[in-house]
């Protein structure tokens, strides 16, 4: 297969947390693969809420720009290093869980990728997305058939996922979100009670249905929504810190929960709050992306792509179109995981499913 002599990548060229300004794209020459690499020609991207943490300089403090950015793809492996890359070859579909993947062409460390059946989309949310939550809530969920879990931002790209761990542990699951559209999303998930915060008041759902409190809480919102879970735990319960989003855009500061009496109401209660990092975990990738990707082959877990065609705009295609991605995500509009085909070209493949 021959090569394009140049390609297009993204990167950081200045510290901000405004995805649009911190970014530049570059015309590169084609790299080559060392031992144990893969070239390998992008196809999705997938989009996190945490890209403007990276921008903002947040992952490697001290770092200077330009650095690359992209956590995640799935791809088409264009050549590979020759030795230790194990029995994946050329024209191979694989997913990457590696640094710089906002670009046309990456290389990147054979050990960091999974072969797939096919190019698609929906392995996206596969890696980062639903890692996380189900890694997060095996290591500290403490779940149980019976027990009450409440997932925030669940019809996002995490939550969606958060909310089928929980369904498949047996437990009763809550999840939030912004719209009615979300409301019936969450309720194919499955998942047992949908609270739409804008027309409902979630403070007094949770205290009024819930006396007794909530076993786990996987929350990824922060600030008064923090503040609202962290009052809404049972005895022995714990909530997970997923993140914080409502602070990264805000360059002040981050408003993590003002709640004082937070330290007496956990000692009260005999309650948890524990910080979950998916990079801290990379140990139990392999083992969770595969069983993963074989209940999404066999229909038991959904992934859900957003491509933003369903809000009525173009689709995301091309590289010059992740800006406009990362704005999608955090106007609130977005649901299941944000997506981006670089292949702009190429006939679109219908990035967003529910399958
Ligand atoms: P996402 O959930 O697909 O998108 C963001 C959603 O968050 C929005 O659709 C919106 O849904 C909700 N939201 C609530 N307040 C918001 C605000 N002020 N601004 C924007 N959105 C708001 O995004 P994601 O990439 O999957 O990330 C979700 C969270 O998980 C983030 O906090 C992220 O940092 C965290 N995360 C953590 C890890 C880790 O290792 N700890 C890994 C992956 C993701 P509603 O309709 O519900 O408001
Ligand atoms: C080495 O470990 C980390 C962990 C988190 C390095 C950086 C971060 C970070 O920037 C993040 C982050 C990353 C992923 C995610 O989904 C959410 C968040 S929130 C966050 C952060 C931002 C500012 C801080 O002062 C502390 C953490």
């Not at 403070?203 to 962290?230: M, N």
Request: with cysteine.
């Amino acid at each position: 297969m021959a090569l394009p002599a140049m390609y297009r990548r993204m990167r950081v060229a200045k510290l901000s947390t405004q995805f649009r300004d911190a970014v530049e794209i570059v015309t590169q020459p084609m790299p080559t693969p060392g031992p144990g690499e893969l070239l390998v020609r992008n196809r999705y991207i997938g989009i996190n809420a945490s890209d403007v943490n990276y921008t903002a300089g947040r992952y490697n403090p001290g770092t200077a720009p330009p650095f690359n950015i992209g956590f995640e793809a799935v791809g088409q492996v264009v050549r590979t290093g020759g030795s230790d890359c194990g029995d994946i070859k050329e024209g191979d579909a694989i997913a990457i869980m590696y640094d710089g993947s906002f670009s046309e062409y990456n290389v990147v460390p054979a050990r960091r990728t999974f072969r797939l059946p096919r190019l698609d989309a929906g392995y996206v949310p596969l890696l980062v997305s639903a890692l996380t939550a189900a890694i997060s809530l095996e290591e500290l969920g403490d779940l149980a058939p019976g027990k009450t879990v409440l997932v925030t931002a669940a019809a996002g790209g995490t939550g969606q996922f958060a909310v089928q761990v929980a369904k498949a542990a047996g437990c009763k699951v809550l999840g939030t979100c912004s719209t009615d559209e979300k409301v019936r999303f969450l309720r194919e998930l499955g998942c047992d009670h949908a609270i739409n915060y804008k027309t409902e008041d979630l403070k007094k759902v949770l205290r009024d249905e819930y006396p007794a409190g909530v076993d786990c809480i996987y929350e990824s919102v922060g600030g008064d929504t923090f503040d609202t879970c962290v009052k809404s735990l049972a005895t022995h319960g714990n909530l997970i810190i997923i993140g914080f989003i409502t602070g990264y855009e805000n360059d002040l500061g981050f408003p993590m929960g003002r709640y004082a009496g937070m330290p007496p109401m956990l000692l009260r209660r005999s309650a948890s709050v524990r910080g979950f990092f998916l990079f801290h975990h990379t140990k139990k990738w392999k083992s969770h992306f595969l069983q993963l990707a074989s209940l999404y082959e066999q229909g038991k877990l959904k992934s859900l792509v957003d491509d933003g065609s369903q809000s009525g705009r173009a689709p995301f295609r091309g590289i010059d179109s992740i800006p406009d991605a990362v704005e999608y995500l955090y106007s609130k509009q977005s649901q299941g995981k944000v997506v981006v085909d670089l292949w702009k070209d190429e006939p679109s493949a219908g990035t967003r499913s529910r399958l």
